[in-house]
């Protein structure tokens, strides 16, 4: 099975793809390939892995031009191409001499600065987190809070979210906005504004209101095709854009 | 020295960071790590987390049941100060935000697991360890915790009887730096990468076990590797005992519920050591599946069941065997998935050397023992990372600057020796030495063991050792070379691998996850202690120390 794999010595931008004849077998991903690679033909390849197990979030990368978890992916049966995306340039630019039938096309996770190959810069994605203070303020007691299942339920497919920026990286608004926190950020405050054990729900609420957060979205849901977590960043989006 | 701190953390999973949550206030804390925080292995684990928290259990209860699935060998002090400070572990997490399973009548459930007297695991469907890493790392956040990310620790920098920082890599970009600090906290998680199969992540490679090693710092009770019973078929990813907890059977292929000839009494819900065990037997004997699997049937408990507490479950088996729980039984082996052993430090991390503390499943209190029990990691993770944090606060208050020089030489030594490993055109291929430190260990140092293959492994072992001398990657850029890091963590393996397997050679007996086929007894007399190896000049140095006990009375354990 080939392999057209992005490459970027220095970073910046893709300056060419490498071909590689990889030995699938039954229950490989595109992780194993990657490494498969590395270890034998290649040790120059760089990508981020960790856990193999779709759960750290460390390897979203864009295959066959989709958005996806490289470990999560397997390469014998490879999605079909035509999961319905709202294209944009990195979705839509084919490289020349890619032959989608025979080879299976690795490349970056777009809307963030490239490092090197398959490294991208996580940092515009997290530092949402911070400047949107997604985190509790913890008040003092040394009790557990009470909460329904019902109540726990409804920040349950939140709280899923692995921050591996897949949405992040298959959003039109981001690939034009890099100012926009995206959505995994929008989904995280939409959780914290939800949770009933909050103290001041509305400051997630405030956070994911202001200009560089939920305006921005043009509600293309993208985001929720893609997301290996089932989350649904845009469907919380659009909740926090009724209350606007 | 190019980085001067109070303390250095090295890796940030849920022990590095909770350490550095008690001391960020008072001190100038920086937790390096090799990966983002969020991508360290606490994410994955799955079914929960102990504390008594309910009027008609207690901590008595749970320091028992730890002890007793320990098969003693647990310093009960550890355990003691682990089970006390369960309620108060879990409760400071709740209320930093994880959001916990919950019973109808709003309190935080708690689930059945192995070994134990009472469903005291709670969790948070089965993404127990992902919710707690996330909302740990939060308020870790909150607090302006300083991050090294993406740094590689190559080693530590001892002077005398103390630790005076690190050297790392920092992956961006190549470069190696010298981190003076006071206090140096070894957070680096467990080490099963060591193993072909294995349900962790594969940045665990046991880094910061075997730059104490190196630097001559103990490693304790290394022999004691915990096999996970369910782990998938084929990839070895995780299944968590959560999913036995919540009612589901082990089968094999005559269709019978095989526990109930090895633990009548506790059945699936044993020990993982018994039951994992079990299940190599059954395979060994002839009644698993085809190519040698087990069958885990989830059916019974219906979709609904299913859908709510196990959700992580189903869709891990959907995507990477390709079945559904709901409609198929899950083909399951059992796979290495801890590690007991590790550093060796008391009750409050403190090692050998004044300013080096562990913590975590790189640490060796000893609370495990011989055998962990499920639920009892994260617990462990966010309890001495508070008694940690504080040691480490007390110590500093009378702790000296690093000398620098120290630092300056070893930077300087550290950039050769990764000049070398860089600059060398043709040797051994490291992803071929890996394949082999798997195969041997694997076949030798597994659920069962007995004299002649340890011999054979520990030999196998120094070979590649020798040969690792003569490693070559093929490539020699500076930035974000993961042919080197992976090179590196393969060094430190070998490393960890050769004690681990002298461990289990000198342990004539059988006890909790070590089972030597040749001396399947107990053997309290002689083995009723810690081993403890140290790489000193003439090579690994072999001895032991006695067990604290005290509370419980030390039994034959049966289920």
């Keep these: ?244 | 020295m190019d980085y001067l701190h109070d303390v250095v953390v090295v890796g940030a999973g849920l022990s590095g960071l909770r350490v550095a949550i008690e001391l960020a206030d008072s001190f100038d804390v920086v937790v390096l790590t090799k990966v983002h925080p969020l991508r360290s292995h606490s994410v994955a684990a799955q079914g929960g987390i102990n504390a008594a928290l309910r009027p008609d259990d207690s901590w008595e209860s749970h320091a028992f049941d730890t002890v007793k699935g320990s098969d003693y060998l647990a310093d009960q002090d550890v355990v003691e100060v682990l089970a006390r400070n369960a309620p108060l572990a879990v409760i400071e997490n709740e209320r930093w935000g994880t959001a916990f399973s919950r019973t109808p009548d709003g309190r935080i459930a708690q689930r059945p697991f192995g070994g134990a007297g009472f469903p005291r695991t709670c969790y948070a469907a089965d993404r127990t360890g992902h919710n707690l890493l996330h909302t740990t790392y939060e308020q870790a956040l909150r607090r302006g915790v300083h991050f090294y990310e993406e740094w590689f620790v190559t080693s530590l920098v001892r002077c005398g009887d103390r630790v005076c920082g690190v050297t790392a890599l920092k992956i961006p970009t190549g470069q190696v730096h010298g981190i003076g600090a006071r206090a140096v906290v070894i957070a680096t998680g467990g080490f099963g990468r060591i193993y072909g199969n294995s349900t962790n992540a594969l940045i665990n490679t046991g880094d910061g076990a075997a730059v104490c090693l190196r630097t001559g710092v103990p490693l304790k009770d290394m022999e004691f590797v915990q096999f996970h019973p369910t782990t998938l078929y084929g990839s070895n990813i995780l299944i968590t005992e959560g999913a036995r907890g919540e009612g589901g059977h082990l089968l094999n292929a005559d269709g019978e519920r095989f526990m109930q000839r090895y633990a009548p009494e506790k059945m699936e819900l044993a020990p993982r050591d018994i039951v994992a065990r079990a299940i190599r037997t059954e395979i060994i004997e002839g009644r698993g599946f085809e190519d040698g699997y087990v069958h885990l049937d989830l059916r019974h408990l219906g979709a609904d069941r299913i859908k709510e507490r196990l959700p992580g479950i189903r869709e891990i088996c959907i995507h990477f065997a390709g079945i559904d729980p709901i409609d198929e039984p899950i083909p399951v082996v059992p796979g290495q998935h801890y590690s007991m052993g590790g550093i060796d430090c008391n009750v409050r991390g403190e090692t050998v050397l004044s300013g080096l503390y562990a913590v975590g499943e790189t640490a060796c209190m000893s609370v495990h023992g011989a055998n962990r029990l499920g639920g009892n990691s994260l617990l462990e993770t966010l309890v001495f990372g508070r008694v940690v944090g504080q040691a480490v606060g007390e110590y500093l208050k009378s702790a000296s600057s690093p000398d620098s020089a120290a630092v300056d030489e070893q930077v300087f030594s550290e950039r050769q020796r990764l000049q070398r490993i860089l600059m060398r055109e043709r040797g051994e291929s490291p992803a071929t030495i890996r394949k082999a430190m798997h195969r041997a260990m694997d076949e030798y140092a597994g659920v069962f063991r007995d004299a002649e293959g340890l011999t054979h492994a520990f030999r196998e072992i120094g070979r590649l050792r020798e040969r690792y001398q003569k490693v070559a990657l093929g490539d020699s850029d500076e930035r974000f070379n993961y042919a080197l890091i992976r090179t590196l963590e393969l060094g430190n393996m070998l490393d960890l691998a050769e004690t681990i397997v002298l461990g289990a050679l000198k342990r004539e007996e059988s006890r909790g996850a070590h089972w030597r086929t040749d001396f399947p007894a107990r053997d309290d007399k002689r083995f009723l202690k810690h081993t403890l190896i140290t790489k000193t000049a003439e090579g690994l140095k072999v001895t032991y120390k006695d067990v604290t006990l005290g509370r419980f009375e030390v039994k034959e354990r049966t289920y």
């Design chain 1, 1 to 244: 099975m080939m392999f057209r794999v992005a490459r970027s010595r220095k970073g910046g931008q893709v300056t060419h793809y490498d071909l590689y004849k990889v030995s699938a077998e039954k229950g490989m991903t595109v992780l194993d390939a990657l490494f498969q690679i590395q270890d034998l033909m290649d040790p120059s390849l760089a990508f981020r892995y960790s856990c193999r197990g779709a759960v750290c979030g460390s390897c979203a990368m864009l295959i066959n031009k989709v958005p996806m978890l490289a470990c999560r992916t397997q390469i014998l049966e490879l999605p079909d191409l035509s999961v319905r995306l709202r294209p944009f340039s990195a979705l839509e630019n084919i490289p020349s001499g890619w032959d989608p039938k025979n080879e299976v096309l690795v490349e970056p996770l777009p809307n963030l600065p490239l490092l090197k190959d398959l490294v991208v810069d996580m940092e515009p994605f997290f530092k949402a987190l911070r400047k949107m203070r997604l985190w509790v303020e913890p008040e003092e007691g040394d009790s557990p809070r009470s909460q329904s299942p019902e109540d726990r339920q409804r920040i349950s497919r939140y709280v899923n979210c692995i921050l591996c920026a897949l949405c992040y990286g298959s959003c039109p608004v981001n690939a034009e906005h890099p100012e926009y926190v995206g959505p995994a950020a929008l989904a995280k405050a939409w959780r914290f504004y939800n949770d009933t054990r909050v103290a001041e729900p509305e400051r997630y609420l405030e956070a994911a209101k202001a200009p560089n957060g939920a305006p921005l979205c043009d509600l293309v849901m993208n985001c929720v095709r893609v997301c290996p977590k089932g989350v649904a960043p845009g469907g919380a989006i659009r909740k926090i854009k009724d209350l606007m």
